[in-house]
Nanobody, 121 residues
Framework: QVQLVESGGGLVQPGGSLRLSCAASGFTFNRFAMSWYRQAPGKERELVAGISSIGDSTNYADSVKGRFTISRDNGKNTVYLQMNSLKPEDTAVYYC??????????????WGQGTQVTVSS
């Protein structure tokens, strides 16, 4: 079965760092673009960062550019989100997301379970 298993969330002080991991199984990982989304209380889910299926292209929300880095290791079927210089407004549930990397397969999508990131002093 398809699984996206996240780890690395938790409580951190402003200015601190966290690295989220998402371990994928049950699908052809290197044929899927991977993304991180987040949802804060009372707000819409928003795209944080994305990476193409082979890792040759990335994109970031303006609010996290220069602070967050998305990467993937296709040999380990894992995508990462390195989060530095964290701010209270980064507090949200973070979700791992997979999408088929071609026009034909892009409607194949999977969501992780979500992991809480809280930035507070």
């Amino acid at each position: 079965q398809v699984q996206l298993v996240e780890s690395g969330g938790g409580l951190v002080q402003p200015g601190g760092s966290l690295r989220l991991s998402c371990a994928a199984s049950g699908f052809t990982f290197n044929r899927f673009a991977m993304s991180w989304y987040r949802q804060a209380p009372g707000k819409e889910r928003e795209l944080v960062a994305g990476i193409s299926s082979i890792g040759d292209s990335t994109n970031y929300a303006d609010s996290v550019k220069g602070r967050f880095t998305i990467s993937r290791d296709n040999g380990k079927n894992t995508v990462y989100l390195q989060m530095n210089s964290l701010k209270p407004e980064d507090t949200a549930v973070y979700y791992c997301y997979a999408q088929g990397g071609t026009i034909l397969t892009r409607r194949q999508t999977y969501w992780g379970q979500g992991t809480q990131v809280t930035v507070s002093s």
